[in-house]
């Protein structure tokens, strides 16, 4: 399958929303509560006019794929992904990791690590992170949650 990567516009705000508050993904997030209508337009907005944040969508030749959102600190980019249920399963995590990283460092030049915090029940997205490259690095506490921290360091 191939994928195209684009910055998210106004018109991608239904399927970011419906895909944020989808149930394994809202599991698997940092924030498990679902996220209200307005206040996800109050992000949206702010997230698309944001100097530290890339919000990209993926897709193929005719549908929506998914998410991955950057946000950027410095040379350091936390990333988050989610792909739609249509095509979880499918091994397709990888290769959006990767090319959503390539995509951002053609984007921003000065970005030089890559860090992910994954649930530790989630292992297909630690098993993808890995794939792509990433290496665990320790864990890291939200709330009362412990995440698994990972990173990618760009070249």
């Known amino acids: 399958m191939t994928f195209h990567f684009r910055i998210a516009s106004e018109k991608d705000i239904k399927d970011v929303f419906e895909l944020s508050n989808e149930e394994q993904v809202r599991q698997n997030s940092i924030n498990k ?29 005719k549908e929506f794929i998914g998410q991955v959102k950057f946000q950027i600190i410095d040379i350091t980019a936390l990333i ?13 995590g990888k290769t959006i990791i990767s090319e959503a990283i390539n995509v951002l460092v ?10 992910a915090f994954i649930d530790p029940k989630n292992t ?3 098993k993808s992170f890995l794939s792509a490259g990433f290496i665990s690095i320790g864990t890291e506490k939200f709330g ?9 360091r760009i070249n």
């Open 144 to 152: 009362l949650e412990k995440y698994n921290k990972y990173i990618h």
């Open 33 to 61: 509560e679902k996220i209200d209508y307005l206040d996800h337009v109050e992000w949206f907005s702010k997230v698309l006019n944001a100097s530290d944040y890339r919000l990209y969508i993926v897709e193929d030749d």
């Open 80 to 92: 988050s992904i989610s792909i739609h249920p249509t095509f979880r399963g499918a091994g397709y």
């Open 124 to 126: 297909a997205s630690i």
């Open 106 to 115: 053609a984007d921003i030049p000065d970005i030089k690590e890559i860090i």
